[in-house]
């Protein structure tokens, strides 16, 4: 049997299945949308600067071998309690978001290291064991907000804590810090506002993951994402490699969302953070990542056409069959509907591989 | 060793930076009030109307008898006072300091204008 080759139209379609499907989708959406083109261009510009960074915070874990990190939602957990703490001692603008992002860094590395131990006792079933640990932290999270805080942790403004006297109310109003990185360097091209400083910081982020890759630590994760046995045999730590990696990966998840929130101006303490992982790892897949393979311009198409098909379809819903609810209900089936066929192309190449690696060694022996 | 100094390093840079933050950052809440008041046993009469500036902030008129609401960041502040003296302009302009854990103070333009020593005093808001 020939080996596939990469550049034929067959691979490349197997290889981008998604991403094509989504550009499907997006090219009939967009005309029955009726938006203008600078609103979406507008709406896409918003998005990558809001959302970048938390889908970038997703690649380390891939590089290792750890898959998607579903776990970083514990990362966007210490983001909000950064943030609720931020806006209970009244720090306002920069240098709020600042102090979020360092008092994040230790809740971060902490919860890291505990998902990072567990994830070592569940080789190969990283996602499905970091998705149930999401949910057990999520009840954590909201033992300590609603209960902790207030009572055990003090809370000094009023306006954040529930009428009982202690636990976080549903909303807290960010307008100490909202927008203040978006608006830092203003620049508007036309119609078309652009937050500069905002993609400034995703980039350094990219700069770091460029960087990472090449060092000892990026090129150990690299080996063990590869194999592990073989990294392990060669003298790996594997286990210490591993939880480094899904450290680095919440404590950018951490700051993802304080970015995240900055850009919308309020937390919905009890939610803001249960669908970002959800969110995320469906952009990073709509962009032509996979379990085991993922890219910086994944994150970035992925963002694009996730979030293009998020403001088209209310409106194509609505135009189409009189219903905007169509639309919301449609891009949540999407997000797990993309999730799930991502999970089984890669079950399927996987399979397809072992068939190819297995014939081939069948002829090499026939050969001899 | 190397390693233990670096990270220590690290980590005392980052507890500077988070101070840092914490002082330059937090928000404050002034009131700037043009009431007669009595500082000091003596009577500063409130001024028909004020134009003050705090720090690089709009400049707002403050009517007589009114009391409004400034927010600002960080401890050290300028007020810049500007009204008229029987057909005078005249601009008043004084430094002040505010501590960080207290969340609002009280100035009293009157006070601040006729040179009375506590023009300006923490304002706390009952329970």
């Known amino acids: 049997m020939k080996k596939p080759d990469r550049k034929s139209v067959i691979f490349f379609l197997e290889s981008n299945a998604v991403p094509i499907l989504f550009l499907i989708i997006i090219s009939i959406g967009v005309p029955y949308s009726g938006f203008s083109v600078d609103y979406l261009v507008q709406e896409i510009i918003i998005r990558l600067s809001r959302n970048s960074f938390l889908v970038l915070s997703l690649l380390v874990p891939i590089m290792a071998g750890m898959g998607l990190n579903f776990g970083m939602v514990l990362g966007a957990m210490a983001g909000q309690i950064g943030l609720i703490f931020v806006t209970n001692w009244n720090i306002v603008g920069l240098q709020g978001i600042g102090l979020a992002m360092i008092l994040s860094i230790p809740l971060s590395i902490l919860l890291g290291w505990m998902s990072g131990k567990i994830l070592n006792m569940a080789k190969g079933r990283e996602m499905v064991t970091g998705f149930i640990l999401a949910f057990f932290m999520n009840g954590v999270y909201q033992l300590v907000v609603l209960y902790g805080m207030g009572s055990i942790i003090p809370i000094g403004n009023p306006s954040m804590v529930l009428s009982r006297g202690y636990g976080i109310r549903n909303t807290v109003n960010l307008i100490n810090i909202r927008q203040t990185l978006d608006s830092l360097i203003p620049l508007k091209i036309g119609n078309i506002q652009i937050p500069v400083a905002t993609f400034m910081v995703i980039a350094l982020v990219c700069l770091f993951i460029v960087w990472f890759r090449k060092t000892k630590l990026g090129q150990d994760m690299r080996a063990i994402g590869q194999d592990m046995h073989v990294a392990e045999s060669a003298g790996i730590n594997v286990e210490r490699t591993r939880i480094i990696a899904i450290i680095i990966s919440t404590v950018l998840a951490g700051f993802g969302m304080i970015l995240y929130l900055q850009n919308i101006g309020t937390l919905n303490t009890y939610n803001s953070h249960e669908q970002v992982g959800m969110f995320s790892i469906a952009a990073l897949l709509v962009g032509g990542a996979s379990v085991n393979k993922g890219k910086i311009s994944h994150a970035f198409l992925g963002v694009t056409l996730f979030h293009l098909m998020f403001v088209i379809s209310p409106m194509a819903g609505k135009n189409l069959i009189g219903q905007a609810q169509l639309g919301e209900y449609f891009r949540v089936f999407v997000s797990y509907g993309v999730i799930s066929i991502a999970l089984v192309l890669y079950a399927y190449r996987k399979l397809k591989e072992k068939e190819r690696a297995g014939t081939a060694l069948a002829e090499a022996q026939e050969e001899k | ?127």
């Open chain 2, 1 to 127: 060793m190397k390693r233990i100094i670096i990270r220590s390093a690290a980590l005392l840079l980052l507890l500077l930076l988070a101070l840092f933050f914490f002082y330059t950052g937090k928000g404050h809440t002034i009131l700037l009030d043009n009431k007669t008041v009595t500082l000091g046993g003596t009577e500063y009469a409130a001024v028909n109307m004020l134009e003050v500036r705090v720090d690089r902030g709009e400049e707002r008129e403050v009517l007589k008898r009114d009391r409004i609401k400034e927010d600002v960041v960080g401890q050290g502040h300028k007020i810049t006072v500007t009204y008229l003296d029987k057909g005078v302009e005249k601009v008043v302009e004084e430094k002040f300091r505010i501590k960080t854990g207290q969340a609002m103070y009280l100035i009293s333009l009157p006070g601040l204008i006729g040179g009375a020593e506590g023009w300006i005093e923490p304002f706390d808001v009952e329970p």
